[in-house]
């Protein structure tokens, strides 16, 4: 499934990878991958919104416009994720699309709920909500397990090493990441893989 997925997706991600977009959606405006960090935006205003919900709000305003700015802010999110997930291969590209198909659908679920809002279907709106951080919350652990396990993002080489790991075995003659010393004074971080994926 993964694979077909990723055949999908690959003509929406191909105008997110070149220079000079590429490189500022991935790590040259915040000096790492932005993706990580703006994806909690909108998902933040989703349980918010959700919040709302279970506290028994009667107005829907106010869950609608938190609903409606996130809705909005995956705009950001989806352009850095598709920068990101163009530099992954083999499984992370396959898990990364999965991931991408799971966020599409809890944004779809969230548009939904902020139209059913605005028409006064509040129990629809409800149940589109928790429904959308449900399957958002999965992805998220999709996402989580790309970016601390399989070492996606701009802070890693292409081979799951720390680009200053990486730099490092260059400049000692190694050509490898794992030459770095344990503990290295040089503040690179060290790798300890302990996931069994």
């Known amino acids: 499934m993964g694979e077909?997925?990723?055949?999908?997706?690959?003509?929406?991600?191909?105008?997110?990878?070149?220079?000079?977009?590429?490189?500022?959606?991935?790590?040259?405006?915040?000096?790492?991958?932005?993706?990580?960090?703006?994806?909690?935006?909108?998902?933040?205003?989703?349980?918010?919104?959700q919040a709302l919900d279970l506290a028994g709000r009667a107005d829907d305003e106010d869950a609608a416009l938190l609903q409606g700015?996130?809705?909005?802010?995956?705009?950001?999110s989806v352009a850095?994720?598709?920068?990101?997930?163009?530099?992954?291969?083999?499984?992370e590209r396959r898990l990364g699309a999965i991931h991408a198909?799971?966020?599409?659908?809890?944004?779809?679920?969230h548009a939904g709920a902020w139209l059913a809002r605005r028409s006064g279907r509040r129990r629809t709106a409800v149940s589109l909500t928790a429904l959308g951080n449900l399957v958002?919350?999965?992805?998220?652990y999709v996402g989580g397990h790309?970016?601390?396990?399989?070492?996606?993002g701009?802070?890693?080489g292409s081979d799951g090493a720390s680009d200053d790991a990486s730099e490092y075995g260059r400049e000692n003659g190694s050509?490898?990441?794992?030459?770095?010393?344990?503990?290295s004074a040089s503040g690179g971080p060290v790798r300890a893989d302990l996931h069994p994926l």
Not at 5 to 27: C, H, K, N
Not at 146 to 152: D, E, I, K, P, S
């Open 4 to 49: 077909r997925l990723a055949t999908v997706l690959e003509p929406f991600a191909r105008p997110f990878d070149g220079a000079p977009l590429g490189p500022v959606l991935r790590e040259r405006v915040v000096g790492h991958a932005a993706h990580p960090g703006i994806v909690h935006l909108p998902v933040g205003l989703w349980l918010a919104a």
């Open 69 to 76: 700015f996130g809705v909005l802010l995956t705009v950001p």
């Open 80 to 91: 850095t994720g598709l920068a990101e997930w163009n530099r992954t291969r083999g499984r």
């Open 101 to 109: 198909a799971a966020n599409t659908v809890g944004v779809t679920c």
């Open 136 to 140: 958002a919350g999965a992805s998220a």
């Open 146 to 152: 790309l970016a601390t396990v399989r070492h996606v």
């Open 154 to 156: 701009s802070a890693w």
């Open 175 to 183: 050509g490898s990441a794992s030459a770095r010393p344990s503990g």
